[in-house]
């Protein structure tokens, strides 16, 4: 199992290293002096010739009797725009229909919006900022709601607002009252580099997902549906005590609507394609206390605050051996030697040597003649087994010999795996060759019920021509390689019949290499206990427990202990071995982490030629903790989406790669730092194309942030409390918002951060 690098630190490293349609009709009149506009979408989804007022609040949190502007949303993609002129404090714009409103909706296609359905949002507006942003979501309706459930009735206070706009940031992940509302099934969503409008996109899709599945109880026309499903999950958000919580059974419908959003490829054309390490209504496993409220400039000098100060301790985790550098990339690689021995190998050498165990009894009991056995196919994830004449497995025996001779070995070799990029071809003779990775067991008869057995792992080329449909004439060519350690041991077992109940593997296993043909160890040293149970369907589940432990270049790697609520459950259909599942409580010591909890391996599948059957799913939940007492508890999950039309013989090019996620979910503990409570998610969304997007809370903020690959390199970092900035490769001045006031100018020549309010201090 080979997990993408978990690079949340190194994201935001190079964050601070980076720093180097038509609007609706205005029915209001601009009044003399100053023009301040407030512009933005009302979806649910994009809601054209929406009816749209705008109220004002005083300092007590009363609204104006009647609104300051009013005017409709765009028929072509629900936005709009209004001229307040020189009127400042807090306005709420507030959304409603008539018989001439439609929504956009992302199952039902273009439907009547409900004239009692209304939605609002919140803006602020000073002194300091001309043009404000007010997008109308069934989100930003949620924080108006919370906001109002803290005080009065129908009042909105400034500190309330804070504190509802701080808590649905850290609930959704991203800032409904600025980020743009996309249709999750537009182009716009699908060409978006903006992580919070995917993710917006996605939760908006969930909520039609719960209409058009009558869920929550709704129905009706579409329309109501949809009203109703509103009502029934953002509707339900309160704030007591300064957090904001919806109902149990609203956040499991989102939840649950949501995955199904995620996966359906008609609806998403975002490139989320799981919410694994997305915040949206998942809850991190860690209780921080809402931030006090700030001014817009205290509040922007928090952030860069918690970016240096959490930035200053990452780096010296790595200082003095420390088990997580900056990048995670200790962590990363105590995670990778402490599984290395726990991919599909371990369900392979305990079937394999079964098998050739039953083998050999079946024919010395006379409950078969059968000579050999074999799953007959190069996309199988074993070959056969064969009896010998001859301890050494040098002489095969064949049907003649059935009446005439007793087996003294019998031998199993595992289908070669395919090395990843291996392929080459020449243009002369048509021919290609590529790199195969082979493994065999040797069992020879022992005292009682017992066998010993080699084994040892090869590494041989293999030549072939090559069609549409894949390789075929395929020959192995001369010369294999031994690579790393031989490996021998003692096999123990019973039979129930002629199945193996039982074994008891003592010994050691040879080299293990990755997907790419390099050597991740020399030999393994195995005590693995395994019971075998039928199920039905032909499946069966190898319980497991023990210990493996790893060498490599003379040293120890580290030890896993395997719990006994460890189980791989496998298929034999049509002579064809298939690994179902396989999940595994492990407790894992390296030289500088302690690593404990559970992995989970499943959709396993072959490449595009039936090459490698692999787990396309890893998710390890557990603990790593080192020897300074760092430690992160949470959940990894690593996925391939598209292993089924890859090619992992060929090189990596523009049609032919990997679509991979890999995310993490929890708590970060590391030396002078409280614990953080931390989300992060990297995919390839192309041919040598990333993106990444994470959140971590340090206790005195939520910090958000986003970039990818492409060039110039685009960093977005945001805080619930609504302060943004983008940095942008090679821009000399960066500026700083806190909602729609500007709050700061970063010169990226100096390195300096110049606030508004006329106080100055350093990135560094």
């Known amino acids: 199992m080979n997990l993408t690098k978990l690079a949340l630190a190194c994201a935001l490293a190079s964050t601070l290293a980076a720093c180097g349609g038509g609007g609706g009709s205005n029915t209001s ?33 009363n609204r104006s009797a009647a609104p300051v502007a009013t005017g409709r949303t ?39 919006m409900p004239a009692t359905m209304t939605m609002r949002s919140l803006v602020q507006l000073d002194g300091g900022n001309n043009n404000a942003t007010g997008h109308v979501t069934p989100f930003t309706d949620m924080l108006v709601t919370a906001a109002m459930s803290a005080g009065t009735a129908n009042s909105l206070t400034m500190a309330n607002v804070a504190s509802a706009q701080t808590e649905v940031t850290k609930i959704l992940g991203f800032n409904p009252l600025t980020t743009k509302p996309l249709n999750a099934n537009s182009d716009a969503a699908a060409n978006t580099t903006d992580t919070s409008e995917k993710l917006q996109s996605l939760a908006l899709a969930a909520i039609s997902q719960i209409a058009y599945a009558n869920g929550m109880g709704c129905a009706g026309t579409p329309g109501e549906k949809v009203k109703c499903a509103v009502n029934a999950t953002t509707g339900t958000a309160q704030m007591k005590a300064g957090a904001v919580s919806i109902g149990s059974g609203a956040k499991a419908a989102l939840l649950a609507a949501l995955t199904t959003v995620a996966n359906d490829t008609t609806v998403n054309k975002t490139t989320l394609k799981t919410l694994d390490g997305q915040r949206l209504f998942a809850d991190v496993a860690i209780n921080i206390p809402t931030p006090t ?34 990048s995670l990339n200790a962590m990363k690689a105590d995670f990778d030697n402490a599984v290395s021995p726990l991919d599909q190998s371990l369900a392979d050498w305990v079937v394999v040597s079964g098998r050739g165990i039953e083998l050999y009894n079946d024919f010395i009991q006379k409950r078969s003649t059968a000579v050999t056995v074999s799953d007959g196919t190069a996309a199988s994830g074993l070959a056969s087994c064969t009896l010998y004449k001859d301890v050494a497995a040098t002489v095969a025996m064949t049907g ?37 990775i082979g493994r065999s067991i040797t069992l020879t008869p022992a005292a009682g019920s017992n066998f010993a057995y080699t084994a040892r792992t090869l590494r041989f080329a293999q030549e072939y021509q090559k069609d549409r449909f894949g390789p075929y004439n395929i020959r192995t060519l001369s010369g294999p390689t031994t690579v790393g350690s031989s490996a021998s041991g003692v096999i123990a077992y019973t039979m129930n019949g002629n199945t193996v109940a039982t074994a008891l593997i003592e010994g050691t296993m040879p080299a293990r290499t990755d997907a790419g043909g390099m050597v991740l160890t020399d030999f393994e040293t195995w005590r693995i206990k395994t019971s075998t149970t039928a199920e039905a369907g032909g499946i069966n589940n190898y319980a497991l427990s023990g210990s493996i432990g790893a060498l490599k270049n003379g040293a120890t790697l580290g030890t896993v202990k395997i719990a006994d609520t460890s189980f791989v459950r496998a ?63 949470g959940v990894i999950t690593a996925e391939v989406s598209n292993y089924k039309n890859y090619d992992s013989a060929a090189p990596l090019s523009a049609t032919n790669f990997l ?67 983008t940095l942008v490769d090679g821009a000399k001045y960066i500026d700083v918002y806190n909602n729609n006031s500007k709050t700061a100018l970063i010169n990226t020549s100096t390195g300096m951060i110049n606030y508004v309010d006329g106080s100055f201090e350093t990135l560094n």
Not at 38 to 57: P, Q, R, T, W
Not at 303 to 323: C, E, H, V
Not at 680 to 685: E, I, K, M, N, V
């Open 29 to 61: 009149s601009p009044q003399a002096g100053q023009s301040r506009t407030i512009s933005g979408v009302a979806a649910k989804g994009l809601i054209k010739d929406g009816i749209v007022g705008i109220y004002a609040y005083d300092a007590a949190g």
């Open 74 to 112: 765009s028929k072509t993609d629900g936005s709009y725009s209004f001229n307040l002129g020189d009127r400042t404090g807090l306005f709420t714009v507030e959304v409603s229909a008539d018989a001439n409103t439609t929504m956009e909706d992302e199952y039902s296609g273009t439907i009547s």
């Open 293 to 326: 409220q700030a001014n817009p400039v205290a509040a922007t000098k928090t952030l860069f605050a918690s970016l240096r100060t959490n930035l200053q301790a990452w780096s010296d985790a790595s200082k003095d051996g420390g088990g997580l550098s900056n």
């Open 400 to 436: 003649k010999d059935v009446s005439s001779v007793t087996p003294k070995s019998v031998s199993c070799t595992l289908n070669g795996r395919i090395v990843e990029g291996s392929e080459r071809n020449s243009a002369s003779s048509g021919l290609y060759t590529r790199a195969v």
């Open 571 to 633: 298929t034999t259909t049509g002579d064809t071995y298939r690994v179902i599942e396989a999940r595994l409580g492990i407790v894992a010591a390296t030289a500088n982490s302690t690593i404990s909890g559970s992995l989970s391996l499943s959709k396993f599948d072959t490449d595009k030629h039936g090459n490698g059957d692999l787990p396309n799913y890893a998710q390890f939940t557990g603990s790593f903790t080192n020897s300074r007492a760092e430690n992160f508890n």
């Open 659 to 725: 679509l991979a996620n890999a995310s993490f979910k929890g708590s970060l503990k590391i030396v002078s730092r409280p614990a953080l409570a931390v989300t992060f998610a990297a995919r390839t969304t192309g041919y040598k194309t990333a993106e990444y997007n994470g959140t971590y809370n340090d206790g005195a903020n939520v910090i958000s942030f986003d970039g990818n690959n492409s060039l110039p390199r685009t960093i977005r970092i945001a805080s619930a409390t609504g302060v943004t900035v």
